[in-house]
């Protein structure tokens, strides 16, 4: 594994755990090099997945990216660290599972509204904000409420 600091092609493994959700081994490295240390992640992959975007615009499925916009739509709610990666997991394994290479952007979409609509509200509407591009405050007031509605029966 390359050193992220000296570049240097060398390093060991100081320490292996599973995560909390046991997705992905997490390793604690030494740069043989420079002795700096790092933290690296294993998860399994069944499949290479890519995400069609708008356009037909082809990508490969980033979980990083995944995990950064729904830690945005949760950033400062009462939402914990673990339960975002561990939804992150679950659509990863879905969309893995399902048999299919390419992934329309919106099926991505749609699972990260499912899964933090049973989390977060705030986190939720957030979300759906950017996902669904919302233009005037009015589109915020209109979904809210439809929100607000579904969250009463």
Do not use: W
Not at 13 to 21: A, C, I, L, Q, W
Not at 38 to 43: I, V
Not at 59 to 66: G, I, N, V
């Amino acid at each position: 594994m390359r050193c992220p600091f000296c570049g240097h092609e060398d390093s060991q493994v100081k320490d292996s755990r599973p995560t909390e959700d046991s997705a992905a081994i997490r390793r604690r490295r030494q740069c043989e090099a420079c002795a700096a240390r790092f933290t690296t992640f294993e998860r399994i992959q069944l499949r290479e997945l890519f995400v069609v975007k708008s356009e037909n615009k082809k990508e490969p499925f980033d979980r990083e990216k995944l995990l950064r916009s729904v830690s945005i739509a949760a950033r400062k709610r009462p939402v914990e660290a673990v339960r975002l990666e561990k939804l992150v997991s679950s659509i990863q394994r879905q969309l893995e599972t399902q048999g299919e290479n390419e992934i329309p952007s919106k099926r991505i979409g749609e699972l990260v509204m499912e899964g933090l609509k049973e989390m977060d509200s705030v986190a939720y509407i957030r979300f759906a904000s950017v996902y669904k591009d919302f233009r005037e405050a009015r589109d915020f007031e209109e979904f809210a409420g439809n929100v607000t509605e579904a969250g009463k029966g």
